[in-house]
């Protein structure tokens, strides 16, 4: 079988598989109205960092502890409060107050930003290397 049906389900835990998860999330263009490009991506880009950082030891403990492939205690990825204030749709704030961020939803901020600065780039080159259009 190609093709299995399986029943949605939930959970307040954590889940973690140690081989691969295969997924693909609905994008169909049928499914979605008031499509807007996103607008000043690089501005918005310019808002938020990639950043490197240590979990708290009490993190880390309630996690289960370090174990080398999903929990670690130095890591890298973005601050939710700055995703927030730009792209507020991928970022959830659970019940306990804590903010979570849909990772993958960043990517169309990202190939949207790339685009701005392709045309950028592409101005640039039309324009002998000159930003101000003089050639």
Known sequence: VLFRSTAA??????IRATNN???????DKNLKENIVTIANALQKIDQIRGVTF???????QKRGGEDKMFV??????????????VLPEVVA???NGIKAVKYDRIV??????IKELKT??????????CKCGCK
Do not use: P
């Open 54 to 60: 240590d979990w708290k030891d009490e993190v880390i």
């Open 21 to 27: 998860v295969t997924a693909f999330y609905t994008s």
């Open 72 to 85: 670690r205690k130095h890591d890298t990825g973005v601050i939710a409060q700055e995703i927030e204030k």
């Open 9 to 14: 389900s939930g959970t307040a835990g954590e």
């Open 93 to 95: 704030t659970r019940e």
């Open 120 to 129: 950028e780039l592409d101005d640039i080159k039309k324009n002998g290397g």
């Open 108 to 113: 169309a901020l990202l190939i949207q930003g």
